[in-house]
């Protein structure tokens, strides 16, 4: 990526759901550009289609959706990325929390566990390092008691608790 160029740019995104009554548009013609080192806020009121623009940056969309336009990451287009492209960005290159967070965890799995996955995967430490480095990583948003959270499931933490641990 070259000085300037857009970290994210989407041009005429557009997603619809192809209901048994006919199409049903979540977005329409969205277009937004994000320059490394900005940030962005979204606003809008329910339903207007805010999470639905970034599941579908993220490729996280029900089968039956179907979208138009473009979205490039790092000058990569995403919309026409496989999934195993977009398994290999997503945790990676990109992040995202969601609003409940809860949603963002696995509620079968031990949040512990679930962190080192992502590190083990995409940073190919060993487990071992992986768990130091979540457990350093769960005291930078300062999750009380880390040693013994770390066993815990996403369900035992505060909701706010488990958006810190989405941001870790």
């Known amino acids: ?7 994210l740019q989407i041009k005429d995104l557009s997603t619809r759901f192809e209901t048994p009554e006919g199409p049903v548009y979540a977005i329409n013609k969205v277009n937004l550009t994000i320059k490394p080192g ?17 599941l579908t940056v993220y490729g ?9 336009g473009s979205v490039q990451f790092q000058g990569e287009e995403l919309l026409k990325a496989s999934k195993s492209r977009l398994n290999a960005l997503r945790g990676d ?6 609003q409940d967070s809860i949603t963002g965890l696995t509620p079968h799995m031990k949040v512990g566990k679930q962190m080192m996955e992502v590190l ?5 430490l060993t487990p071992q390092q992986a768990e130091k480095e979540v457990l350093d990583m769960m005291e930078i948003v300062q999750i009380p008691d880390a040693a013994s959270r770390f066993h815990l499931y996403p369900h035992e933490f ?3 608790m488990r958006q810190r641990i989405m941001i870790a």
């Open 1 to 7: 990526m070259t000085d300037g160029a857009p970290l």
């Open 38 to 54: 900005e940030c962005l806020g979204i606003v809008g009121e329910s339903g207007s289609g805010k999470s639905q623009t970034f």
């Open 60 to 68: 996280l969309l029900a089968e039956n959706a179907v979208t138009e």
């Open 93 to 98: 290159k990109m992040g995202m929390i969601f």
């Open 120 to 124: 083990v995967e995409h940073r190919g």
């Open 158 to 160: 505060s909701g706010g």
